[in-house]
């Protein structure tokens, strides 16, 4: 059984930073881990993804601000966010795609950033 077990949510002011963490339990020949978020009322996008190989991909509205890493030993993803911005409030979900396309949700941390 996979599990996805989140956690650096917070609050925190404009300008700031966190650093999110979500580790995997239960999980074999992983092919990439991700980060996406959902503010209310949007619907759930695509942060930041690392493939197994190191390969990331970001969103263009966090480029240049959060860095997406992975310690493969582990099977723990990190997202480093700095220059934190109002809208980057949402709530954070983990996300883990096996090599044989299955995907998992972790249960989510919010993330509220204030002016």
């Known amino acids: 059984q996979v599990q996805l077990v989140e956690s650096g949510g917070g609050l925190v002011q404009a300008g700031g930073s966190l650093r999110l963490s979500c580790a995997a339990s239960g999980s074999r020949f992983i092919a990439a881990m991700g980060w996406y978020r959902q503010a209310p009322g949007n619907q759930r996008d695509l942060v930041a993804a690392i493939t197994r190989g190191g390969d990331t991909n970001y969103a263009d509205s966090v480029k240049g601000r959060f860095t997406i890493s992975t310690d493969n030993t582990k099977n723990t993803v990190y997202l480093q966010m700095n220059s934190l911005k109002p809208e980057d409030t949402a709530v954070y979900y983990c996300?883990?795609?096996?090599?044989?396309?299955?995907?998992?949700w972790g249960q989510g941390t919010q993330v509220t950033v204030s002016s």
């Open positions: 996300n883990l795609r096996l090599n044989a396309g299955y995907t998992y």
